[in-house]
């Protein structure tokens, strides 16, 4: 009986503080989040390194990375806890927030999950992996812009924070309860916050355009029913920019990895979304400008994506990094790892790169 009594004290010493060690790790990440930034570019910086200057395997490189970013994701989320005005995502409900999340983390270690997946049963194991985290990903995101009105998924899911702008909370603010609004419309800034007569049928990022609607209830129905086709056509577009990585996988396995048909039929998933939304721009936050304009830059991965890379790209980037190298003083010392893992970046990023 003593003995347990023991063990159950020296148990409840461990927790409480291994709790009270977590508490000062998030109290030092608040107070100087430019160290943490720091560390996590450390880390990265070392991730990049290890395929080529320290030559060590791509898995351990791809760990490190993975571990890097997920260190990353959690300071955000500290930051994003304890200072509730740093992030953006704080302003949805809880179960938005963490559908949001949850995303963040799967974009974090579905690589390294893949390594795991071809390491224990090789190429069957690995496409299963893929197919299976790829499957889980698109259900969460189909969720959240059917259940939330959600316009456009940001990448990551959850934005990163701007360390510079953090302000930690007053201890003695007490923060309003999940889902509602601080404020509504900013005299000044002229910020836009749902009110509570609006229409919740209505997505957020239609609200300024809903605003400026005329007062006639014939103008109003007329373009209510306009802002329901913009609402069907933007939900269009991020279905196609969802399932693409999906049909991408399934359309390889029927076609194999060397055919052109899962190539082309990506490229006109990703250029139809971006056309969808294209015309919408206007109604857009600038949030969501800037995300399309990263998936319109995203289209030049194309170039490193099979088969195309290995019949064109391949040798005209691998001669142009090869002429850097010679010619240019110490460009060599970051060309050359670059040249390296080019291969493996290709083979392990080509099929679902930043989607």
């Given at each position: 009986m003593a003995d347990q009594t023991g063990l159950s004290t020296k148990l409840s010493d461990f927790v409480s503080a291994f709790r009270n060690l977590i508490t000062r790790y998030e109290d030092a990440v608040v107070k100087?989040?430019?160290?943490?930034?720091?560390?996590?570019?450390?880390?990265?910086?070392?991730?990049?390194?290890?395929?080529?200057?320290?030559?060590?395997?791509?898995?351990?490189?791809?760990?490190?990375?993975c571990i890097s970013n997920l260190f990353t994701l959690l300071n955000?989320?500290?930051?994003?806890?304890?200072?509730?005005?740093?992030?953006?995502?704080?302003?949805?409900?809880?179960?938005?927030?963490?559908?949001?999340?949850?995303?963040?983390?799967?974009e974090?270690?579905?690589?390294?999950?893949?390594?795991?997946?071809?390491?224990?049963?090789?190429?069957p194991g690995k496409w299963m992996t893929i197919l299976i985290s790829r499957i889980i990903k698109a259900t969460l995101q189909c969720i959240v812009i059917f259940t939330y009105k959600s316009q456009l998924l940001n990448s990551p899911a959850v934005p990163t924070i701007d360390r510079t702008k953090v302000r930690p909370v007053p201890s003695d603010i007490t923060l309003p309860p999940d889902g509602k609004s601080v404020a509504y419309r900013g005299t000044r800034t002229g910020t836009v916050i749902r009110s509570i007569h609006s229409d919740p049928g209505i997505p957020y990022s239609e609200l300024p355009y809903f605003m400026s609607l005329?007062?006639?209830?014939e103008e109003q129905n007329a373009k209510r029913g306009e802002v329901k086709q913009l609402v069907i056509r933007t939900l269009?577009?991020?279905?196609?920019?969802?399932s693409r990585p999906l049909v991408h996988i399934f359309s390889m396995m029927v076609f194999q990895q060397s055919s052109w048909k899962p190539w082309l039929l990506s490229l006109l998933m990703d250029v139809i979304s971006l056309h969808l939304h294209g015309g919408l721009l206007?109604?857009?936050?600038?949030?969501?400008?800037?995300?399309?304009?990263?998936?319109?830059?995203?289209?030049?991965?194309?170039?490193?994506?099979s088969p195309f890379y290995d019949q064109y790209t391949k040798n005209t980037l691998l001669s142009i990094l090869k002429y850097l190298s010679q010619h240019l003083p110490l460009v060599h010392w970051i060309v050359d790892p670059?040249?390296?893992?080019?291969?493996?970046?290709?083979?392990?990023?080509s099929y679902c790169w930043m989607s």
């Amino acid at each position: 009986m003593a003995d347990q009594t023991g063990l159950s004290t020296k148990l409840s010493d461990f927790v409480s503080a291994f709790r009270n060690l977590i508490t000062r790790y998030e109290d030092a990440v608040v107070k100087d989040p430019s160290l943490a930034t720091r560390v996590e570019t450390g880390l990265k910086l070392i991730s990049y390194m290890m395929p080529g200057r320290l030559g060590i395997t791509k898995d351990l490189s791809e760990f490190a990375y993975c571990i890097s970013n997920l260190f990353t994701l959690l300071n955000d989320f500290i930051i994003a806890s304890r200072c509730p005005s740093a992030s953006s995502v704080n302003k949805l409900s809880s179960y938005h927030r963490y559908l949001l999340w949850s995303i963040s983390v799967i974009e974090c270690i579905e690589v390294v999950l893949e390594l795991i997946g071809e390491y224990f049963w090789r190429e069957p194991g690995k496409w299963m992996t893929i197919l299976i985290s790829r499957i889980i990903k698109a259900t969460l995101q189909c969720i959240v812009i059917f259940t939330y009105k959600s316009q456009l998924l940001n990448s990551p899911a959850v934005p990163t924070i701007d360390r510079t702008k953090v302000r930690p909370v007053p201890s003695d603010i007490t923060l309003p309860p999940d889902g509602k609004s601080v404020a509504y419309r900013g005299t000044r800034t002229g910020t836009v916050i749902r009110s509570i007569h609006s229409d919740p049928g209505i997505p957020y990022s239609e609200l300024p355009y809903f605003m400026s609607l005329g007062s006639s209830d014939e103008e109003q129905n007329a373009k209510r029913g306009e802002v329901k086709q913009l609402v069907i056509r933007t939900l269009l577009a991020e279905l196609l920019h969802i399932s693409r990585p999906l049909v991408h996988i399934f359309s390889m396995m029927v076609f194999q990895q060397s055919s052109w048909k899962p190539w082309l039929l990506s490229l006109l998933m990703d250029v139809i979304s971006l056309h969808l939304h294209g015309g919408l721009l206007k109604y857009k936050k600038n949030s969501e400008s800037s995300e399309i304009l990263r998936r319109r830059v995203v289209l030049l991965l194309f170039l490193l994506r099979s088969p195309f890379y290995d019949q064109y790209t391949k040798n005209t980037l691998l001669s142009i990094l090869k002429y850097l190298s010679q010619h240019l003083p110490l460009v060599h010392w970051i060309v050359d790892p670059i040249a390296e893992y080019l291969p493996v970046w290709q083979q392990i990023y080509s099929y679902c790169w930043m989607s």
